[in-house]
Structure formats: structure tokens, C-alpha cells
């Protein structure tokens, strides 16, 4: 049976259909959940003409839910469309699994009459009924919200319809209006260079972080560069560019007497501590770099991301070079599960669906049972719908 907080349970006639349907979205007490986290990118009469659907790889809700994962995006995006006839329902607030089974009206506001596998997900192209043109112009919804139907371990299978919301849940989407309306988060999320999926928690303290990063930078270049700053002639606490002006002065020949003053013995002293402050600060970057890079690194390892411990120098290493390209590649590493082994899915069968394991075969001979109704009855129980 099924239930959303807030709504009661649904009629006989979804009751007893065969996939089981739930519906996920920004959570309050009692309230529905419906899920989305896909702004909407406006062309520019405000009316978008594609809308993302899903996230590429794996991504989760912000209510908890998940993880799910797309590991073939070009052939969900083909068979979704094909097993829809060629057009995917798009409708407000879920009303299609919602507001249908109760016999109240459940309009479509645009068709998806195409789908198509990028970089970032799965995106498709919408043909805007006059109402649903209409809502865009008005920017009455923000997000989408794809229904999808997910195997038991969280593969996505199918793409079945998508929904205009205001509750956003998934997170790794593009907002409605996001060419025109990005978000402060969003703004400081591509400044930072942060994953989108990131939330606000981790932003701030990934901004606290470098915060304290750049004072003690900034504490240890001071207390090097006061020295020269009084050998120069200057007050203490003058800040770079003034100490360098000073040296660059100093370098200049003695007007009085015509003589070399870039021989004189200050000056070589003040060039060896500029040189020395050069290699203290790059000292202090790799210090800092290293110490993160150990952090996410062994983080990953505690977390059983496969093949990141055997390579754990190798790892840190990249992460001090480029840490959100190391970062991106091994976060998309499959983890090991609780048991401590990585456990492979079954090869598929002709049909293309999963296949039994020899564990399941041994089974089924010692039971007597079929072999093809036992893979029936495993399939029907490993997939379900969901609205995301």
C-alpha cells in the first residue's frame, strides 16, 4: 500500500498495481514529499525548451533518500522515450500520480517529445501546451521533478513523466530559470569552484576553511616581511607591494656618489630574505595542501571507495595539484559494501534484464523451483516507481 505523509493513502486502483509508486519531495512534518532539485534554464521569451530530468551518475535527495544512479544515460533516455511512445507526460504538482487516482483533473502542461543523454544528465525537450508557456512566462515554478522507476538497488530503469514543482529535493540539478535567476548559493558554489550538490553546511565550512587558510598566510608573510621592511628604512607592518617599492628603491645607484647600491651589503641581505620568504610561503601552500589532500583522501578510504588505498600517495598527491578533479574521480569510485566485499550485479539475460546468480540457480535446483519464474518474481520485487 501506499502513503504520503500529509495525504492519506491512495485508492484501490493504485493499491493493487503491480509496481509500487512513491513520491519524494522537500520534507516537513506532515507535509507530501515530492522531490526536485532541477531549476529550470529560461530561453529568452522565458520559456525553456529543454528542462534537465536527471542528474548524470549518482545523486540522492535532500530528505535522505538514495542513493540512485544512471549508469547508461543514452539507452534510459532511448527505451523511457520509446516505452512512452515517444511523448512523456509534464504536469504541475504531481497531479498525474497524485490528483488522477482520486478522479480530479490532472492536465498536461508540455510533452517531452524527446530525450537526450549530456554531460550533466539526462534533458528533455519540451512542447509547451498554451497554459504550460503561459506558467513560464510567469515563472509560477522554479524546478522539476521526474518520476522515475529504480531497480531495489537504486538504478534508475525507466523515465516515466516529470512534474513543474516548488519543493526542491534532488539535488545535482539546473533551476527553470537558472540562466536568469541563479541562486546566492548557486553564485558562490561556481565561485568557489564547489560541486553542485553541495550544501549550505559544507559551503560555509568549506568557506571557514579557507578563511583561516589565507590568515595564517597572511600572519606568516607579515612577521618575514617586517624585517625587511625596517632594513629598508620602513615601518613595521607595511604591506607587500610597499616593502618591494622600498627594495626596488634601494636598488638604484647613490645619487651622492654614483655607486652600485645593488652590491651593497643590506641590499644582498634584504635579496636573501626576499628569497627566503619566496620558499617559506611556498612551504607553508604545500603544508596546507598536503594536510587537505590527506584529509579527503583517507576520508575516502574509511568510506571503501574501491582502489584509493593501495594509491593513497598517488592520490594525495593529485588532490594537491588539482583537488576538485581528484575529488570528482574519486568520488565516482563504487564503495565497498558493510560487509567489506564489493558484490557484482548479475549478467544480464538476452532480454537485456538482470540475469541469476549461480547462488540463485543452486537454489532454485535445490527447491524444485523454475528457474525463469524464480527470475520473474525477483525482477517484479527489485523494481519500483518513484517521483522524484
Excluded at 576520508?299 to 571507495?305: C, H, N, S, T, V
Aim: glycine fraction near 10%; charge should be negative.
Amino acid at each position: 500500500m501506499f502513503s504520503c505523509p500529509g495525504v492519506g493513502h491512495f485508492s484501490p486502483m493504485l493499491r493493487n498495481a503491480p509496481d509500487l509508486i512513491s513520491l519524494h519531495a522537500a520534507q516537513d512534518a506532515g507535509s507530501v514529499a515530492l522531490c526536485a532539485a532541477i531549476d529550470i534554464a529560461a530561453g529568452g521569451d522565458g520559456v525553456p525548451e529543454w528542462i534537465q530530468l536527471t542528474p548524470s551518475g549518482t545523486f540522492t535527495g535532500n530528505d535522505g533518500r538514495g542513493p540512485y544512479r544512471v549508469t547508461d544515460a543514452a539507452e534510459l533516455a532511448r527505451n523511457s522515450l520509446q516505452a512512452a511512445g515517444g511523448r512523456l507526460v509534464l504536469d504541475e504538482n504531481h497531479a498525474t500520480d497524485l490528483a488522477l487516482p482520486r478522479g480530479e483533473p490532472a492536465p498536461a502542461r508540455g510533452w517531452i517529445v524527446a530525450l537526450q543523454a549530456r554531460q550533466d544528465g539526462i534533458w528533455g525537450q519540451v512542447e509547451w501546451t498554451p497554459t504550460g508557456r503561459r506558467l513560464m512566462r510567469e515563472k509560477a515554478y522554479r524546478y522539476i521533478s521526474p518520476a522515475i522507476r529504480h531497480a531495489a538497488d537504486g538504478t534508475v530503469t525507466a523515465i516515466l513523466r516529470a512534474s513543474l514543482i516548488n519543493r526542491p529535493n534532488l539535488r545535482g540539478m539546473a533551476a527553470l530559470h537558472q540562466e536568469n535567476d541563479m541562486t546566492l548559493l548557486e553564485k558562490l558554489l561556481k565561485a568557489i569552484g564547489l560541486d553542485a550538490n553541495t550544501t549550505e553546511d559544507q559551503l560555509v565550512e568549506k568557506v571557514t576553511a579557507l578563511h583561516a587558510e589565507q590568515a595564517r598566510g597572511s600572519t606568516a608573510l607579515q612577521a618575514t616581511l617586517d624585517p625587511i621592511a625596517e632594513a629598508a628604512g620602513l615601518k613595521k607592518g607595511a604591506d607587500a607591494a610597499t616593502v618591494l617599492a622600498g627594495v626596488a628603491a634601494l636598488k638604484k645607484a647613490d645619487p651622492a656618489t654614483g655607486d652600485d647600491i645593488t652590491k651593497h651589503p643590506s641590499v644582498v641581505a634584504l635579496q636573501g630574505e626576499l628569497a627566503t620568504v619566496a620558499g617559506e610561503l611556498k612551504t607553508l601552500r604545500d603544508a596546507t595542501a598536503k594536510e587537505k589532500a590527506e584529509g579527503f583522501v583517507d576520508g575516502a578510504i574509511k568510506a571503501g571507495r574501491v582502489g584509493v588505498k593501495p594509491m593513497r600517495d598517488a592520490y594525495v598527491a593529485m588532490h594537491m595539484e588539482n583537488p576538485a578533479r581528484t575529488e570528482q574521480l574519486v568520488n565516482a569510485m563504487p564503495a565497498l559494501g558493510p560487509s567489506g566485499a564489493r558484490v557484482d550485479p548479475p549478467a544480464k539475460d538476452k532480454d537485456g534484464k538482470p540475469g541469476l546468480t549461480d547462488s540463485d540457480r543452486q537454489v532454485c535446483a535445490l527447491m524444485g523451483i523454475d528457474p525463469e519464474a524464480y527470475k520473474k518474481t525477483r525482477a517484479a520485487e527489485a523494481e519500483q516507481e518513484i517521483a522524484l
